[in-house]
């Protein structure tokens, strides 16, 4: 039918095609229809076992993702490994290290719809060796839903240093997940048994860390209460004899009435992709971070320049004609070779290309350096960037800024110690593409990374050519 569709568009409509054009035609009119709902990525995010893979499949098991009899597979597997609770999370976690360990390893994905948008769940990894994982959701999501079990122990765990809960918030906000929900989980617990002390003691508790990671709490955090195992306060609100002090909105309420800041669908084209496979040519995965592509349509892949050609679009798991900003997309494309594409390259307009530099001045916020170590010149760690992940170096401390003030303090300083925001040059050894914070945020952004923590978060302040670096260098 394809096929039949791609026919119909190139040739003239001789009269004999008649009966055909109707079939074709019609496919992109529905999704034209489709598309007046917005689109919205959500990523859940928060300590291992605060139950994120169990409240991300209630969610689609609630809105008519996944039907009984699945359920009651996934039920009867959970329970000969001896693991009864943990059936909801076998609908995200789809491969059997997963299952097995309890642990969510990649990003699972799925789809759910309201009344009024789209969703694209990421359920990001929250055991601390996978947190590279949870690196590549984050950065593909527009809203966070962090989840925070609420049972005895649990709640301390993941927040005291060390935690998932503490790192995922401070990477959330510097990849740009900029609206949060903070989902207090396992209230049906006996430990808990919707307890609104506890509720507001771990609220009391969040609040301050959050707003120190950036957040602005009233306006962009809301906090509410659920149990991802049994659904409660999800899509209906909890009934006021389980919970009588909560009169706010339940999951798919809150969900619905987020407000994100519009992209433009106007702007130069920019996707970063996160994977590459090959099927009837060479595939590329990742969001529209702005502009709208086409089918059809010549693109550059940076950071090698190679010219290519737009032969496909699939948006979620149908076909599309053309896709915006805020998408996930699978673009086939002609003119390259898998091989030659890495994960971190950009699929961006041929009249405004991307930057591709090799160094760049960013104002970094140090936030936990590992023992004995010192932030200065010559010191390295892997940088996270969009979907580039690159070893890179400090090359210079510029300024330090004065916390008070947030203005540059005169003295020129050779090193730093934790919580210290300076303004410096990074250097990495391939070709990076990015962009300027004020232009781009969502290309703009990083995080500093060693021995698995994360040591710094920062913004690109400007683009040093690449020629003038090598020649400085």
């Not at 291992?48 to 809105?63: H, M, N, P, W, Y």
């Not at 609908?91 to 390893?105: A, F, L, P, Q, S």
């Not at 950071?303 to 896709?323: M, Q, S, T, Y």
Request: glycine share 8%.
């Amino acid at each position: 039918m394809e096929e039949d569709a791609k026919e119909v568009e190139v040739e003239p409509l001789p009269v004999k095609t008649e009966q055909k054009v109707p079939q074709p035609i019609e496919k992109p009119v529905e999704k034209v229809e489709e598309k007046k709902k917005r689109h919205l990525n959500v990523v859940f995010i928060g300590h291992v076992d605060a139950g994120k893979s169990t409240t991300g499949g209630q969610i689609l098991f609630l809105s008519g993702q996944v039907d009984d009899r699945t359920i009651q597979k996934y039920e009867k597997e959970a329970k000969d490994k001896s693991r009864e609770s943990w059936y909801m999370a076998y609908i995200m976690d789809t491969n059997e290290e997963e299952r097995v360990k309890g642990k969510t390893v990649e990003v699972g994905r799925a789809y759910f719809e309201t009344e009024t948008t789209r969703f694209t769940i990421l359920d990001a990894p929250g055991h601390k060796s996978y947190v590279p994982n949870m690196i590549s959701g984050a950065s593909q999501a527009d809203i966070g839903v962090l989840v925070i079990s609420a049972r005895k122990g649990e709640f301390e765990t993941g927040y005291e240093r060390g935690g998932q809960t503490r790192e995922h918030v401070q990477l959330a906000k510097t990849l740009g997940v900029s609206k949060l929900l903070v989902v207090v989980n396992k209230m049906d617990d006996p430990t808990v048994n919707w307890s609104k002390e506890r509720y507001d003691e771990i609220e009391s508790k969040m609040i301050p860390f959050l707003r120190s990671s950036g957040y602005n709490v009233k306006k962009d955090v809301l906090f509410l209460p659920i149990s991802g195992l049994v659904g409660s306060n999800m899509k209906t609100r909890v009934d006021q004899k389980v919970c009588p002090w909560w009169s706010g909105p339940c999951l798919f309420e809150a969900l619905d009435g987020i407000q994100v800041p519009p992209r433009d669908p106007n702007g130069p084209f920019r996707l970063p992709i996160i994977d590459k496979f090959k099927d009837m040519g060479t595939v590329v995965m990742g969001k529209v971070e702005s502009g709208s592509v086409s089918e059809g349509d010549g693109v550059l892949v940076m950071p090698n320049k190679a010219h290519v050609k737009v032969i496909a679009i699939f948006c979620d798991e149908d076909r599309a004609l053309c896709a915006g900003p805020g998408e996930n997309l699978r673009v086939r494309l002609s003119g390259i070779e898998e091989e030659d594409i890495l994960s971190g390259f950009v699929l961006c307009s041929v009249a405004k290309p991307i930057s591709a530099v090799s160094e760049f001045t960013a104002q970094l916020q140090i936030l936990e350096l590992l023992e004995n170590a010192i932030f200065t010149a010559g010191y390295k760690a892997v940088l996270h960037i969009h979907s580039v992940v690159e070893e890179c170096e400090i090359v210079e401390i510029l300024q330090q800024i004065d916390l008070k003030t947030k203005k540059p303090m005169k003295k020129k300083v050779l090193f730093v110690k934790n919580g210290a925001i300076v303004v410096c040059r990074v250097q990495v050894n391939n070709l990076i593409c990015v962009e300027k914070f004020s232009d781009f945020p969502q290309l703009g952004r990083f995080t500093l990374r060693t021995e698995g923590k994360t040591v710094a978060v920062g913004k690109v302040m400007d683009l040093i050519p690449s020629n003038a670096s090598s020649s400085a260098a």
